[in-house]
Protein backbone atom coordinates (compact mmCIF):
# COMPACT_ATOMS: atom_id res chain seq x y z
CA UNK A 1 0.00 0.00 0.00
CA UNK A 2 1.61 3.48 -1.02
CA UNK A 3 1.54 6.30 1.47
CA UNK A 4 2.04 9.92 0.96
CA UNK A 5 3.14 12.07 4.02
CA UNK A 6 3.63 15.75 3.58
CA UNK A 7 4.98 18.13 5.82
CA UNK A 8 6.34 21.26 5.58
CA UNK A 9 3.33 23.76 6.06
CA UNK A 10 2.96 26.67 8.18
CA UNK A 11 2.40 30.51 8.56
CA UNK A 12 4.28 32.63 6.52
CA UNK A 13 4.52 36.34 5.58
CA UNK A 14 3.97 37.65 1.56
CA UNK A 15 7.49 37.51 0.47
CA UNK A 16 8.57 34.36 2.48
CA UNK A 17 9.54 31.26 1.35
CA UNK A 18 8.69 27.33 2.83
CA UNK A 19 9.82 23.96 1.37
CA UNK A 20 7.31 21.10 1.58
CA UNK A 21 8.12 17.62 1.76
CA UNK A 22 6.28 14.37 0.63
CA UNK A 23 7.50 11.13 2.08
CA UNK A 24 6.11 8.07 0.13
CA UNK A 25 6.71 4.20 0.76
CA UNK A 26 5.32 1.44 -0.02
CA UNK A 27 6.11 0.24 -3.50
CA UNK A 28 8.56 1.11 -5.94
CA UNK A 29 8.67 5.12 -7.50
CA UNK A 30 11.45 4.43 -9.97
CA UNK A 31 8.59 4.85 -13.34
CA UNK A 32 6.14 7.08 -11.76
CA UNK A 33 5.58 10.55 -12.19
CA UNK A 34 4.93 12.78 -9.14
CA UNK A 35 2.76 16.02 -8.46
CA UNK A 36 1.62 18.65 -6.36
CA UNK A 37 -1.67 19.89 -6.03
CA UNK A 38 -3.57 22.56 -3.44
CA UNK A 39 -6.99 23.26 -2.84
CA UNK A 40 -8.05 26.78 -1.02
CA UNK A 41 -11.35 27.13 0.63
CA UNK A 42 -14.54 27.20 -1.75
CA UNK A 43 -12.19 26.33 -4.58
CA UNK A 44 -11.66 23.22 -6.67
CA UNK A 45 -8.33 21.45 -6.24
CA UNK A 46 -5.82 22.53 -8.71
CA UNK A 47 -2.71 21.21 -10.41
CA UNK A 48 1.03 23.11 -9.34
CA UNK A 49 3.99 21.33 -10.38
CA UNK A 50 4.64 17.76 -11.53
CA UNK A 51 8.12 15.46 -12.20
CA UNK A 52 8.89 12.65 -14.17
CA UNK A 53 10.19 9.55 -12.94
CA UNK A 54 13.51 10.22 -13.90
CA UNK A 55 13.34 13.80 -12.65
CA UNK A 56 14.14 14.90 -15.95
CA UNK A 57 11.12 16.46 -17.30
CA UNK A 58 8.68 19.43 -14.79
CA UNK A 59 5.84 20.97 -15.28
CA UNK A 60 4.17 23.91 -13.49
CA UNK A 61 1.13 25.74 -13.33
CA UNK A 62 1.22 29.27 -14.50
CA UNK A 63 0.80 31.11 -11.28
CA UNK A 64 3.40 29.36 -10.27
CA UNK A 65 6.40 29.16 -12.94
CA UNK A 66 9.71 30.69 -11.42
CA UNK A 67 8.59 30.66 -7.87
CA UNK A 68 8.15 27.39 -7.45
CA UNK A 69 10.45 24.53 -7.91
CA UNK A 70 9.43 20.53 -7.73
CA UNK A 71 12.27 18.25 -6.71
CA UNK A 72 12.57 14.21 -5.98
CA UNK A 73 15.43 12.45 -4.04
CA UNK A 74 14.65 8.31 -5.52
CA UNK A 75 16.00 5.73 -2.67
CA UNK A 76 17.21 3.34 -5.51
CA UNK A 77 15.78 -0.05 -5.37
CA UNK A 78 13.73 0.73 -2.35
CA UNK A 79 10.12 1.64 -2.10
CA UNK A 80 11.03 5.21 -0.90
CA UNK A 81 10.60 8.60 -1.79
CA UNK A 82 11.17 11.95 -1.00
CA UNK A 83 9.00 14.42 -3.28
CA UNK A 84 9.45 18.33 -2.41
CA UNK A 85 8.19 21.30 -3.59
CA UNK A 86 10.57 24.70 -2.80
CA UNK A 87 8.09 27.96 -2.53
CA UNK A 88 9.81 31.50 -2.71
CA UNK A 89 8.30 34.86 -3.30
CA UNK A 90 5.02 33.17 -1.64
CA UNK A 91 1.34 35.05 -2.21
CA UNK A 92 -1.20 35.25 -0.12
CA UNK A 93 -2.94 33.41 -3.10
CA UNK A 94 -1.27 30.99 -2.33
CA UNK A 95 -2.87 29.70 0.82
CA UNK A 96 -4.33 26.23 0.50
CA UNK A 97 -3.68 22.96 1.51
CA UNK A 98 -1.29 21.02 -0.31
CA UNK A 99 -1.40 17.69 -1.69
CA UNK A 100 1.81 15.43 -2.64
CA UNK A 101 0.46 12.63 -5.27
CA UNK A 102 1.52 9.77 -7.21
CA UNK A 103 0.56 8.65 -11.09
CA UNK A 104 1.65 4.88 -11.81
CA UNK A 105 -0.04 5.25 -15.15
CA UNK A 106 2.52 7.06 -16.32
CA UNK A 107 6.30 8.17 -15.87
CA UNK A 108 5.45 11.80 -16.80
CA UNK A 109 3.18 14.60 -15.17
CA UNK A 110 -0.43 15.34 -16.04
CA UNK A 111 -2.17 18.55 -14.54
CA UNK A 112 -5.36 16.43 -14.20
CA UNK A 113 -6.15 15.35 -10.56
CA UNK A 114 -7.44 12.21 -11.83
CA UNK A 115 -5.21 10.97 -13.84
CA UNK A 116 -3.19 10.51 -9.85
CA UNK A 117 -3.59 6.79 -8.35
CA UNK A 118 -2.29 7.85 -4.44
CA UNK A 119 -2.75 10.90 -2.33
CA UNK A 120 -1.42 12.49 0.97
CA UNK A 121 -3.37 13.85 3.48
CA UNK A 122 -2.31 17.67 2.95
CA UNK A 123 -0.97 20.70 4.63
CA UNK A 124 -1.90 23.68 5.29
CA UNK A 125 0.26 26.55 3.72
CA UNK A 126 -1.07 30.33 5.08
CA UNK A 127 0.43 33.18 3.30
CA UNK A 128 -0.44 36.60 5.41
CA UNK A 129 -0.32 39.60 3.48
Known amino acids: QVQLVESGGGLVQAGGSLRLSCAAS????????MGWFRQAPGKEREFVAGISWSGGRTKYADPVTGRFTISRVDARNTPYLTLYLQMNSLKPEDTAVYYC??????????????????WGQGTQVTVSS
Open 26 to 33: GRTFSDVA
Open 101 to 118: AADYQSGYPTTNSYDYDY
